[in-house]
């Protein structure tokens, strides 16, 4: 888009709003931006290009390089994603009359004037948190929508009786935008944030903040935004970044684009199933949650029976000499594991601490690794292995289930979902057998690199005739110049498990149906205890009979403070009539929002025989937005229609949903949760058959 043309697109419907007398302020600001934006971007380019063309680093040099080419490239991709509409709106102050721009990201420029002022910014709150009983100074705000670049609407609010140059709807910039059609990927919702949500984004992320909602009550676009807002305003998170947990593959589908969006790409975004390798073949417990405590000792017993020194002495066969290796050597080495450390890696630290015992029998003349490929093949090695043996958390796992009738199975590893907190336990605990065999490989490498140095080194001195009165024989055999010579690019290099932790913050989206030993897995992976703990008690399937703080309590994270939201802005007021006495049934104080909407749909009722015409006819009549059958398995979906049970649905929002035989979803509070999550996914309509 050229700096001369128009960044409004406005309907005829909206000529009035079209006047020069209400734009040409954003006329001119928006050309600004698009002639920074380009200037922005070529100076990115060039400050890329030299990072890329800078001479090999080593250490926080090296890291710190990393580091500034990811910035760089993560803001060239947030600059050419959104151009203009980087812009969500602007705010005039009540006293100063000075506009000032609210956008995605900040932006200045050459000048270092200020054009556009990150919405995470202390600057930005005002425009998201004002309200006519707390107008926080200002005395208007503007909303922009944007459609190809283009501003296709705005919404103006006045908080003062004399604002002047607005253009004033009946309806609010959020209100107008609740009734748009649903798409496979979450709105863009930043510009509409609202001051209660914005609230909550904003809160300090030390200890634990609940963010209880109803449906609809916009909590996963708090959870979403949140991220985002932490790791720009507490640097000290990226250190070790930022955790979000969604229910299901389809929810983190529906919303992976909202975060790329923010500017943010450092969030690791997962469900439960992706914290374990098992996870993704693991198949889904239907049952209640069993207590896996007991099967966790269990676990714990398992461990320690491989961690017991040998009661006997021996002697080491060397080249140097036959060494005495005592009982209580042996209890030394074993004790010297350090406390907490996985089993597999407490393994190489005793192992490491044999060698040293060794090496002081020698006299300390002999290097740790020349004694390692000396004895790693005898018999001292054999009774090491046989009394501290490598460990797969699998494989212990399985056979803690066998060992148990009630639990026990054709196939012992054949997981299910009830499995995972177990497994994850186990892994904690033990540690990554894979992990293991690449230190093997790499300390296999590392060995075989020295043998080649040595090699080298011996070459140097003999085609060069080199006495030790010199000195430069004895250099060349030193460690320093060793090191220097190694070919360190050949050897094996651990990759990270990036979902092992530990985090800055984790963020966990439809947290009431997290077990106990769920939430363990995640008190794992945040020993700083900062979380921010997303849900609804009502939509527990399973019941949650304690207050929110009690239950974080239980599970590790004490002192939790809970933010209530309680505006429904998704499901129109006729569907919230026919959902809430669901809920009540079962749940009389449940936390039912209210509706501030209405589609003037009432909710229909039919037979399941009618679901595919009556599918037919609503894509037939609406030529976008998306429609969700529930209850019905063998309804054929497309590419506008989804087929899903009420956990799947969880978290997502159609404009149609068509629940086929709800009373077939069960009794108690399991199905009266599966039939009000349901409901309550309609935007527009909702069909119940039979």
Same mark, same amino acid.
């Given at each position: 888009?050229?700096?001369?043309?128009?960044?409004?697109?406005?309907?005829?419907?909206?000529?009035?709003?079209?006047?020069?007398?209400?734009?040409?302020?954003?006329?001119?600001?928006?050309?600004?931006?698009?002639?920074?934006?380009?200037?922005?971007?070529?100076?990115?380019?060039?400050?890329?290009?030299?990072?890329?063309?800078?001479?090999?680093?080593?250490?926080?040099?090296? #890291?710190?390089?990393? #580091?500034?080419?990811?910035?760089?490239?993560?803001?060239?991709?947030?600059?050419?994603?959104?151009?203009?509409?980087?812009?969500?709106?602007?705010?005039?102050?009540?006293?100063?009359?000075?506009?000032?721009?609210?956008?995605?990201?900040?932006?200045?420029?050459?000048?270092?004037?200020?054009?556009?002022?990150?919405?995470?910014?202390?600057?930005?709150?005002?425009?998201?948190?004002?309200?006519?009983?707390?107008?926080?100074?200002?005395?208007?705000?503007?909303?922009?929508?944007?459609?190809?670049?283009?501003?296709?609407?705005?919404?103006?609010?006045?908080?003062?009786?004399?604002?002047?140059?607005?253009?004033?709807?009946?309806?609010?910039?959020?209100?107008?935008?609740?009734?748009?059609?649903?798409?496979?990927?979450?709105?863009?919702?930043?510009?509409?944030?609202?001051?209660?949500?914005?609230?909550?984004?904003?809160?300090?992320?030390?200890?634990?903040?609940?963010?209880?909602?109803?449906?609809?009550?916009?909590?996963?676009?708090?959870?979403?935004?949140?991220?985002?807002?932490?790791?720009?305003?507490?640097?000290?998170?990226?250190?070790?970044?930022?955790?979000?947990?969604?229910?299901?593959?389809?929810?983190?589908?529906?919303?992976?684009?909202?975060?790329?969006?923010?500017?943010?790409?450092?969030?690791?975004?997962?469900?439960?199933?992706?914290?374990?390798?098992?996870?993704?073949?693991?198949?889904?417990?239907?049952?209640?949650?069993?207590?896996?405590?007991?099967?966790?000792?269990?676990?714990?017993?398992?461990?320690?029976?491989?961690?017991?020194?040998?009661?006997?002495?021996?002697?080491?066969?060397?080249?140097?000499?036959?060494?005495?290796?005592?009982?209580?050597?042996?209890?030394?080495?074993?004790?010297?594991?350090?406390?907490?450390?996985?089993?597999?890696?407490?393994?190489?630290?005793?192992?490491?601490?044999?060698?040293?015992?060794?090496?002081?029998?020698?006299?300390?003349?002999?290097?740790?690794?020349?004694?390692?490929?000396?004895?790693?093949?005898?018999?001292?090695?054999?009774?090491?292995?046989?009394?501290?043996?490598? #460990?797969?958390?699998?494989?212990?796992?399985?056979?803690?289930?066998?060992?148990?009738? =009630?639990?026990?199975?054709?196939?012992?590893?054949?997981?299910?979902?009830?499995?995972?907190?177990?497994?994850?336990?186990?892994?904690?605990?033990?540690?990554?057998?894979?992990?293991? =065999?690449?230190?093997?490989?790499?300390?296999?490498?590392?060995?075989?690199?020295?043998?080649?140095?040595?090699?080298?080194?011996?070459?140097?001195?003999?085609?060069?005739?080199?006495?030790?009165?010199?000195?430069?024989?004895?250099?060349?055999?030193?460690?320093?110049?060793?090191?220097?010579?190694?070919?360190?690019?050949?050897?094996?290099?651990?990759?990270?498990? =990036?979902?092992?932790?530990?985090?800055?913050?984790?963020?966990?989206?439809?947290?009431?149906?997290?077990?106990?030993?769920?939430?363990?897995?995640?008190?794992?992976?945040?020993?700083?205890?900062?979380?921010?703990?997303?849900?609804?008690?009502?939509?527990?399937?399973?019941?949650?009979?304690?207050?929110?703080?009690?239950?974080?309590?239980?599970?590790?994270?004490?002192?939790?403070?809970?933010?209530?939201?309680?505006?429904?802005?998704?499901?129109?007021?006729?569907?919230?009539?026919?959902?809430?006495?669901?809920?009540?049934?079962?749940?009389?104080?449940?936390?039912?929002?209210?509706?501030?909407?209405?589609?003037?749909?009432?909710?229909?009722?039919?037979?399941?025989?009618?679901?595919?015409?009556?599918?037919?006819?609503?894509?037939?009549?609406?030529?976008?937005?998306?429609?969700?059958?529930?209850?019905?398995?063998?309804?054929?979906?497309?590419?506008?229609?989804?087929?899903?049970?009420? =956990?799947?649905?969880?978290?997502?929002?159609?404009?149609?949903?068509?629940?086929?035989?709800?009373?077939?979803?069960?009794?108690?509070?399991?199905?009266?949760?599966?039939?009000?999550?349901?409901?309550?996914?309609?935007?527009?309509?909702?069909?119940?058959?039979?």
């Amino acid at each position: 888009m050229s700096t001369t043309a128009s960044a409004f697109a406005l309907s005829d419907r909206n000529s009035a709003k079209a006047s020069p007398r209400l734009i040409a302020r954003d006329e001119q600001q928006f050309s600004a931006i698009a002639s920074t934006l380009d200037d922005s971007l070529a100076q990115a380019s060039r400050s890329l290009e030299l990072q890329l063309r800078a001479p090999g680093r080593e250490g926080q040099a090296a #890291l710190e390089r990393d #580091l500034e080419i990811h910035r760089i490239q993560s803001r060239m991709r947030t600059l050419r994603r959104f151009r203009l509409d980087l812009c969500l709106g602007r705010m005039v102050d009540a006293q100063t009359g000075e506009i000032t721009y609210i956008g995605r990201t900040g932006l200045a420029d050459a000048d270092s004037e200020r054009l556009l002022v990150d919405w995470r910014s202390p600057a930005a709150e005002p425009f998201f948190a004002a309200t006519l009983a707390q107008p926080l100074g200002l005395a208007s705000r503007r909303r922009y929508r944007w459609t190809l670049g283009r501003v296709s609407d705005y919404w103006d609010e006045a908080f003062v009786e004399d604002a002047a140059d607005l253009a004033l709807d009946d309806d609010s910039a959020f209100v107008a935008s609740l009734g748009s059609s649903r798409s496979p990927k979450m709105r863009d919702v930043l510009a509409t944030i609202q001051a209660d949500q914005d609230a909550i984004i904003r809160a300090g992320s030390r200890g634990a903040l609940v963010v209880d909602g109803g449906p609809g009550t916009g909590k996963t676009v708090v959870a979403l935004h949140r991220a985002a807002y932490l790791l720009y305003s507490e640097p000290r998170l990226a250190h070790g970044g930022v955790l979000f947990l969604g229910p299901s593959r389809g929810y983190l589908s529906y919303v992976d684009d909202v975060l790329p969006s923010l500017g943010e790409e450092g969030v690791q975004v997962c469900t439960l199933r992706d914290l374990v390798p098992e996870g993704a073949s693991a198949v889904e417990e239907r049952s209640a949650p069993k207590e896996s405590g007991e099967l966790v000792r269990a676990v714990e017993l398992a461990v320690l029976r491989h961690e017991r020194p040998p009661a006997r002495g021996m002697t080491v066969e060397t080249p140097w000499a036959d060494i005495p290796f005592r009982a209580d050597d042996w209890e030394e080495a074993f004790d010297s594991a350090e406390p907490g450390a996985p089993h597999d890696d407490a393994r190489d630290q005793v192992w490491e601490r044999i060698l040293e015992i060794l090496s002081d029998r020698l006299g300390g003349q002999v290097p740790v690794r020349a004694l390692d490929r000396a004895v790693r093949e005898g018999a001292l090695f054999e009774v090491f292995d046989a009394a501290w043996p490598v #460990l797969d958390p699998a494989a212990v796992v399985a056979d803690v289930l066998q060992s148990r009738p =009630e639990l026990r199975r054709d196939d012992p590893r054949a997981w299910t979902t009830a499995d995972l907190p177990l497994l994850d336990a186990a892994r904690s605990r033990i540690g990554d057998p894979a992990a293991v =065999e690449r230190r093997r490989r790499a300390a296999a490498a590392a060995a075989l690199e020295e043998e080649r140095m040595d090699r080298v080194i011996d070459e140097l001195i003999a085609a060069h005739e080199l006495d030790d009165g010199e000195g430069l024989a004895q250099m060349l055999r030193g460690r320093d110049i060793r090191n220097s010579l190694a070919d360190e690019a050949g050897l094996a290099v651990a990759e990270p498990d =990036e979902l092992a932790g530990p985090f800055g913050h984790i963020v966990v989206d439809e947290a009431q149906e997290l077990t106990d030993a769920q939430w363990a897995m995640l008190l794992r992976r945040c020993p700083s205890r900062s979380i921010t703990v997303v849900g609804d008690r009502a939509q527990a399937r399973h019941g949650f009979a304690e207050s929110w703080a009690e239950r974080l309590a239980r599970v590790g994270f004490p002192g939790a403070q809970v933010s209530t939201l309680q505006v429904n802005y998704r499901t129109p007021e006729e569907v919230m009539a026919v959902a809430e006495p669901v809920i009540r049934a079962v749940l009389p104080d449940a936390n039912v929002p209210t509706s501030i909407r209405s589609s003037g749909i009432p909710v229909r009722r039919g037979r399941p025989e009618d679901a595919r015409a009556l599918v037919d006819a609503w894509l037939a009549d609406h030529g976008d937005g998306l429609a969700c059958v529930i209850g019905d398995a063998s309804f054929e979906a497309g590419p506008r229609v989804r087929v899903l049970t009420p =956990e799947q649905s969880k978290g997502l929002e159609f404009d149609l949903v068509v629940l086929v035989r709800p009373d077939g979803l069960g009794e108690g509070i399991e199905g009266a949760v599966d039939r009000y999550v349901a409901m309550t996914r309609a935007t527009q309509e909702l069909v119940v058959l039979g």
